[in-house]
């Protein structure tokens, strides 16, 4: 079993559409948790960070991490063809390496 | 501001050949780590240094070697290539070591054949 699990989608989703993401783990000593976008043949781009559970908004994002479910989500409102692009889950236990998920491919269609 | 870069870009070898990746992260950034990421897959981690020393190292066999330099920049070498090694190697940056938020360079892509 991977430590850190994700539907590799694709997510298909009309523009103006809620796009949801999640991604399960099984370390309880992941404290620090990342969501980050990729677009094709690029390098991830951080778009959220949170620090153990809790709700974090930033613009049209919105993250949640539930520790005692082993539970992340990133909510993305308004969905635009622009936002079509695999998005990673990563978490950290104090220390030194990130641990990805596998992404999960999202398209948004006009 | 300039971000994480990395060289080269693109790059074909044959198997059993030496690569040298190259990085340099963001200014003022004195961490920085190594990710392999396989084609549909997310990115594995290698290495990270900080300040100079190795910080951590991932389940990779002792073929992949790096050293981070005084002015932070860092090399990835990975020697006797397998097919296998095929894969999109990224450069990540971050002040602090161990806090999670790291800036990814746009990555080399090694081809081995």
């Known amino acids: 079993q991977k430590e850190v699990e994700q539907d590799p989608g694709p997510l298909s989703v009309p523009e103006g559409a809620i796009v949801s993401l999640n991604c399960t783990y099984s370390n309880s000593a992941f404290q620090y948790f990342m969501w980050y976008r990729q677009y094709s043949r690029k390098g991830p781009e951080l778009l959220m960070y949170t620090y153990s559970s809790g709700n974090k908004e930033d613009g049209r994002f919105t993250a949640q991490v539930d520790k005692s479910s082993k539970y992340i989500s990133l909510f993305i409102r308004d969905s635009q063809p622009s936002d079509s692009a695999t998005y990673l889950c990563a978490m950290e236990a104090a220390g030194n390496k990130l641990t990805f998920g596998g992404g999960t491919r999202v398209l948004v269609k006009p | 501001d300039a971000g994480v870069t990395q060289s080269p870009t693109h790059l074909i070898k044959t198997r059993g050949q030496q690569v040298t990746l190259r990085c340099s992260p963001i200014?003022?950034?004195?961490?920085v780590s190594w990710y392999q990421q396989v084609l549909g897959q997310g990115p594995q981690f290698i290495f990270q240094y900080y300040e100079k020393e190795e910080r951590g190292r991932g389940n990779f066999p002792d073929r992949f070697s790096a050293r981070q330099f005084p002015n932070y920049s860092s090399e990835l070498n990975v020697n006797a290539l397998l097919l296998g090694d095929s894969a999109l190697y990224l450069c990540?940056?971050?002040?602090?070591?161990?806090?999670?938020?790291?800036?990814f360079g746009e990555g080399s892509r090694l081809t081995v054949l």
């Open positions: 200014s003022g950034h004195k961490s």
């Open positions: 990540a940056s971050s002040f602090l070591a161990g806090t999670g938020e790291l800036f």
